[in-house]
């Protein structure tokens, strides 16, 4: 019995995913820096919010962004199902360094993995790193003391 109430608890989460309409943007606001590169971004932090993150969304300023905590290090994947701006997401370390970087595709259920476990996932508009030589090693400020 325990199973099969844990089985459709999960459904009704995926479910109110799929039913999620509107972008959410009334999450947590934090500030991070690259060398003079400032970025105001949401944080996503729980299982619902980092599982919605910038779906359903048709734009976001230059500068800002989602950042999507974890609650300990790990292989991270990420998908674009119902995003619809294209997107660049910076794996991240405990540290605050960029291991990875990979641009999405939207609407697209292409997974794009970290190349080793991390705690954080920065996703900015497509090309918002490479336009500014960001790459992995790149440091950001503000991160590590989530």
Known sequence: MKKFCALLLGLAFVASLWAQEGPQTDLPRVKLQSGMYLLDVQVAQTPEQRAIGLMNRQSMPEHEGMLFVFERSDTQCFWM??????????????????????????????????????????????????????????????????
């Open 81 to 146: 199902k119902n995003t619809f701006l294209p997107l660049s997401a910076a794996f991240i370390d405990n540290n605050g360094n960029i291991v990875n970087i990979e641009d999405m595709k939207p609407q697209s259920l292409d997974a794009h993995c970290s190349a080793r476990p991390v705690k954080f996932v920065l996703e900015m508009q497509q090309g918002w790193f490479k336009k500014r030589g960001l790459k992995g090693g790149s440091h950001l400020k503000g991160i590590v003391d989530r």
